[in-house]
């Protein structure tokens, strides 16, 4: 949408440099039609208005993002406490100290959840991007090499999409233990399936294409044809879908966390809530601070990942 | 169609056994020995260990005990757990039937509500109650379930103090009767409406989009400019044609039933399964774990089947597509 009005703008400024200065008939027809600087930039102005509104899934979700990372690059500067600091203030509800209050061991809840945040982020992106790595790979070669390949890798897609995944990781935490890097592998490597089956999808439809004939002519290899050609070409849906898979990952990590089974050295909303748990009666907001963090995550990155869809097929705009 | 059902079948049956095959190597190559653990915390002697570890065939090759494994599942037998030595079998069937009581109950309110919602908000596209519905779902996609429970406990049991906290039964009174059936409906409020809120955005989505596609299709147009009333069009035949997805959807939804609502279980202390898994990965027990990603693997092949028929069943035009 920007991209082809940017080109109109761009024209518009080469189309003025080219004709002051020629022949004064030019300069006239220009003068008449207004100064075309202004008319592009106002044009320009106009396009990213219009792209805004058609796109405000997006455009929220990016707004959204950008509170999140500057939350999370600034919680050493803003957040009033050390996160893991005790103190003789256990459940002390929101007030001057402590603006959302204390958990059960005196720690300032807003703290953990500026420091949480950074968390969240780390295990959502690292977990989505590996999903995305292996979901590619895999389904790019199903869907380009076709045949027995196919088969072979599209059935074993299938059979790993059956797998019911939260439990499969809840037993792998809870039996090799909770540190956050092998929460993160362990999400990401059973939440691919989304990724391949798009991925292969997309192989399918753009290995008929002229392009990818062509280079099949000239002789180029598979895996150039895969790297260069193929996932270049696809890859938007499948981010799409790993911006819903951060959602995932997210929930995933705290859902952990809520039972027990995160990383006990770090600080995550998850844990937050897990604490809280107990205090539920006597102080509601440990859980109820905690757990809007998360909502607020999760939906940011909904919005994205809806967006991108919306913007990849517009037709979607008028189901969704 | 008889061969697209029989590759599906394959599909499955390696599903099954790949889940047989991670989940044996896991819980086998996973820390913590299930023998010690076995003979109690109270200095177990090195004899106690030792008879242990044969008795359960601990102490064999990983790849003998598969098999011995494979050998016993043929012939029906889950193993016995570890921690009271009852068949696996039979203590699943005893959590399923409260699982399935509290979320076949909550997938039924939120199947009839997410339904209606879609349908009535697909006759006026975007006006302000299909936008309001649209916010909502949203929202509700970003809860965490145990978050949800939480906060639901905190208002209506905490605050307003109408309902009971968690549990499944008031212990303290000994109901009989009628009164019994009461009480555990005044437990199960809480847990079923968090987890009918949850599925309620999934039913909402998938109705309102099947029925605004139905409403496009071309034999709508025919029916209305034929002078059928729109109320009976939308009764009699978009109705009708729009439900098949939702259908679909509840089969896939019932599949995994036990795992999607095993936090919120645990949440309110509902003796289901998932408050039985958290108990059996803190104790090791390993037979009952596997035990139940086996069952919960294989119905959820099983349901992937049973999807695919009814489609063909319901949709005959799907059938012809997977012939050609």
């Known amino acids: ?320 | 169609m008889r061969r697209y059902l029989g590759k599906r079948t394959i599909t499955a049956i390696i599903s099954v056994l790949l889940v047989l095959v991670i989940n044996f190597t896991i819980i086998r190559l996973a820390p913590g020995d299930p023998a010690r653990l076995l003979v109690g915390t109270e200095a177990p002697s090195a004899e106690q260990v030792e008879l242990i570890t044969k008795k359960y065939g601990l102490d064999k090759p990983v790849y003998v005990q598969f098999l011995k494994y494979l050998g016993n599942l043929v012939r029906g037998d889950l193993g016995s757990s570890y921690y009271t030595n009852e068949p696996v079998a039979k203590l699943i069937g005893e959590k399923l039937g409260y699982t399935a009581l509290l979320t076949l109950t909550a997938l039924l309110i939120a199947v009839l509500l997410g339904t209606w919602a879609g349908i009535s908000c697909a006759r006026h596209i975007g006006g302000g109650l299909d936008n309001f519905v649209g916010s909502i779902t949203y929202v509700i996609d970003g809860f965490p379930s145990f978050w949800l429970g939480l906060m639901l406990m905190l208002v209506f049991a905490s605050v307003l103090g109408i309902l009971p906290y968690s549990g499944i039964m008031n212990i303290r009174e000994n109901y009989t009767g009628f009164r019994r059936v009461l009480d555990i409906a005044e437990h199960m409020v809480l847990p079923v409406a968090t987890l009918a809120i949850l599925h309620f955005p999934y039913y909402f989505r998938i109705s309102r989009a099947a029925m605004i596609q139905t409403l496009g299709e071309e034999y709508m147009t025919t029916l209305w400019v034929a002078g059928m009333p729109k109320r009976r069009i939308f009764r009699k035949y978009a109705f009708r044609n729009a439900i098949l997805p939702t259908v679909t959807a509840v089969s896939i939804h019932m599949a995994y039933i036990v795992t999607g609502s095993a936090l919120v279980e645990i949440v309110f202390g509902w003796p289901g399964m998932g408050s039985y898994v958290m108990q059996s990965i803190s104790r090791r027990d390993y037979p009952v774990l596997m035990g139940i990603y086996l069952m919960l693997s294989v119905s959820v092949a099983v349901m992937m089947i049973v999807i695919d028929v009814l489609y063909a069943v319901l949709d005959p035009r799907i059938s012809h597509a997977t012939r050609n």
């Open chain 1, 1 to 320: 949408m920007t991209r082809s009005n940017d080109k109109i703008a761009k024209l518009n400024e080469n189309r003025h440099l080219k004709l002051s200065g020629k022949s004064p008939e030019k300069r006239e027809r220009f003068l008449r039609h207004g100064r075309p600087h202004a008319h592009a930039h106002g044009a320009r102005r106009k396009a990213v208005k219009l792209f805004i509104r058609r796109n405000s899934r997006l455009c929220t979700g990016l707004g959204m993002l950008m509170v999140l990372l500057f939350i999370a690059a600034t919680a050493g500067v803003f957040s009033p406490y050390d996160p893991q600091a005790l103190s003789h203030d256990m459940v002390a509800p929101p007030g001057a100290a402590h603006p959302l209050g204390t958990d059960g061991l005196g720690r300032d809840v807003l703290s953990i959840i500026l420091h949480g945040s950074r968390i969240s982020l780390l295990v959502g992106f690292t977990a989505a991007v590996i999903s995305a790595i292996v979901g590619t790979l895999l389904g790019v070669t199903a869907g380009y090499w076709g045949g027995r390949v196919d088969a072979l890798v599209g059935e074993f897609i299938n059979a790993f999409m059956m797998m019911p995944t939260f439990f499969l990781i809840l037993i792998v935490i809870a039996l090799f233990g909770s540190g956050i890097g092998k929460v993160m592998i362990v999400i990401g490597l059973t939440g691919w399936t989304g990724n391949a089956k798009v991925m292969r999808a997309q192989a399918m439809s753009l290995r008929n294409r002229t392009f990818v004939k062509a280079a099949q002519a000239i002789g180029e290899s598979r895996g150039r044809i895969m790297f260069a050609h193929i996932i270049p070409n696809g890859i938007m849906p499948v981010i799409a879908n790993t911006a819903m898979g951060v959602c995932t990952a997210i929930m995933t990590e705290s859902s952990l966390s809520f039972l027990g089974l995160g990383d006990p050295n770090v600080v995550s909303w998850g844990q937050l809530i897990y604490n809280g748990k107990a205090y539920i009666t006597n102080g509601w907001w440990i859980c109820v601070y905690g757990g809007l963090a998360i909502v607020f995550t999760v939906i940011t990155f909904y919005l994205i990942g809806d967006g991108i869809n919306i913007l990849l097929n517009p037709k979607l705009r008028n189901v969704m």
